[in-house]
């Protein structure tokens, strides 16, 4: 791997990102690099949209596809740039910081509780079939043993009349 390529595309962007306390970008360059109109109005802003250009085009410049890593690196900074207000907001697919995760909805708390209910049955069939598993293996060491019993009481049933026949 090439030196400095090391981390996720997120790491990478990212890497150096703190670094900066001053704006990487101005925001006219910011709207350029994610497609909005250069005198958009701040009251048709959508950060939702933000995040959407974000991730399309971060996607689109993954250099495992073929795109460039420049190209990537100032998307995000598009993006940053954009969303300075909107912290809050600031989540993406690429992020792996849990902490700047969305708030659960209702539906995907519900989701996950089925998902959880799921693995809960399928931990509890496999512990079953398990018990069951080690009870087949129980019966059969008993049945054998059982046998085993059988023929040395039918050996000694055997010996024994063996011995009376001889006798007479």
């Known amino acids: 791997m090439k030196r400095g390529f090391e981390g996720t595309p997120f790491e990478r962007a990212s890497k150096y990102m703190d670094q900066f306390s001053i704006s990487t970008m101005s925001r006219s360059e910011a709207l350029k690099i994610l497609n909005f109109p250069e005198n958009l109005p701040e009251e048709e802003f959508d950060p939702k949209e933000v995040m959407l ?18 190209v990537q690196s100032k998307v995000y900074f598009a993006k940053e740039e954009l969303m300075r207000d909107f912290k809050e907001l600031n989540i993406s697919k690429f992020n792996p910081n849990k902490s700047q995760q969305p708030p659960e909805s209702e539906d995907s708390k519900e989701e996950a509780k089925e998902d959880k209910d799921e693995e809960t049955k399928k931990v509890e069939k496999n512990a079953k079939s398990k018990e069951e598993e080690e009870a087949k293996k129980e019966k059969a060491e008993d049945k054998e043993e059982g046998d085993k019993k059988d023929k040395k009481e039918k050996d000694r049933e055997h010996h024994k009349n063996c011995l009376l026949y001889t006798s007479d």
């Open 53 to 70: 250009r974000f991730d399309k085009y971060f996607e689109a410049n993954m250099p495992k596809k073929g795109g460039s890593f420049y």
